[in-house]
């Protein structure tokens, strides 16, 4: 069993920061690629950023780029996502996601998300 929990969302204006986390507990080790995603009521989810298993290569959605960063701790099983001078189109629900770099379509894991809402 795998379970994701995000945490860190809430409430802030325009400009401002915040830092999610998600902690993975269960059969999560090596070869797994972490990511977060974001979704609006009546969109679909979509890739903010993701970061490899070993933490070397990180990938930004081009509307994020510069102002949000991802990380992970491979012993504590655990990703970031630092989130700076945070707009109005940021607001969603973000979720954790931990899929396997070699059995993607069985081991993808999801948090049940954390509310993010930018807004003065």
């Known amino acids: 069993q795998v379970q994701l929990v995000e945490s860190g969302g809430g409430l802030v204006q325009p400009g401002g920061s915040l830092r999610l986390s998600c902690a993975a507990s269960?059969?999560?080790?090596?070869?797994?690629?972490m990511s977060w995603y974001r979704q609006v009521p009546g969109k679909e989810r979509e890739l903010v950023a993701t970061?490899?298993?070993?933490?070397?290569?990180?990938n930004y959605a081009d509307s994020v780029k510069g102002r949000f960063t991802i990380s992970r701790d491979n012993v504590k099983k655990m990703v970031f996502l630092q989130m700076n001078n945070l707009k109005s189109e940021d607001t969603g629900v973000y979720y954790c996601?931990?899929?396997?770099?070699?059995?993607?379509?069985?081991?993808?894991?999801w948090g049940q998300g954390t509310q993010v809402t930018v807004s003065s």
């Open positions: 970061i490899s298993s070993g933490g070397g290569v990180t």
């Open positions: 996601n931990v899929r396997s770099d070699f059995r993607p379509q069985t081991q993808n894991y």
């Open positions: 269960g059969a999560i080790y090596n070869n797994y690629r």
